[in-house]
């Protein structure tokens, strides 16, 4: 499936709530808005499925958890998508995809939201940061970013290349953190478009796998 500049831009927009949406423009025009989102959203959740479809067997890996394209007041600002497998549903570490004006990124996360009803401590996760430098040296990490969880998500990602080179990044990103997490992952930026999006997750995800099976053992 082919990731087109036109999926970006579904985003830049500066009203997001209904209630302004309403305000602002006709019925047919908010009506519109509403079905280029859904149609947006039915190619997101298809291209997440195929993904997952070409997933290895040993992964184990359970159907991904695609959100809405809304949260019943608001149109998101993003698409977004969480992948665990079968037997860790209730852990707070997973593998996801996101989309949004800037970027589509594939990425290890520890998921705050409700973090309390699930599994997985904020400290075994951060520990990962230990064996990032080691993990790096089977993999190309030119797409690579790394960045605090407080972080907004448009904000410039460090480079992982350079975070790894540089101890001040290194000891920034730590101090950035707070009492959350961090965030890794393959970037690509808009307006760039891409053939067979599908292997870029699936690509993604092998690479970043062995981190995630790092944290069952940690957990």
Excluded at 107 to 114: A, G, T, V
């Amino acid at each position: 499936m082919d990731l087109l500049a036109r999926d970006y831009e579904l985003f830049d927009r500066t009203i997001h709530t209904f209630k302004q949406l309403k305000e602002c423009y006709t019925i047919e025009e908010v009506t519109q808005v509403k079905d280029q989102y859904k149609l947006q959203w039915r190619k997101w959740k298809e291209l997440n499925l195929q993904a997952s479809s070409q997933f290895p067997s040993q992964w184990q890996m359970a159907k991904p958890k695609i959100e809405s394209w809304t949260n019943g007041w608001n149109l998101r600002s993003h698409f977004w998508c969480a992948y665990r497998r079968v037997d860790r549903q209730k852990e707070n570490a997973c593998l996801a995809t996101l989309l949004n004006q800037k970027q589509f990124q594939i990425y290890l996360m520890y998921q705050h939201y409700k973090s309390e009803e699930r599994q997985g401590s904020v400290s075994d996760f951060n520990r990962l940061l230990e064996v990032l430098e080691e993990w790096s040296k089977n993999i190309s990490i030119d797409e690579y970013y790394i960045w605090p969880q407080p972080e907004h998500e448009l904000t410039d990602h460090l480079p992982l290349a350079v975070y790894l080179a540089d101890k001040q990044k290194r000891l920034t990103l730590k101090e950035a953190m707070k009492d959350k997490t961090f965030q890794i992952g393959k970037l690509y930026f808009y307006p760039s478009e891409y053939q067979n999006s599908e292997a870029l997750i699936l690509n993604a995800m092998q690479e970043l796998m062995p981190l995630y099976c790092m944290l069952e053992k940690e957990g």
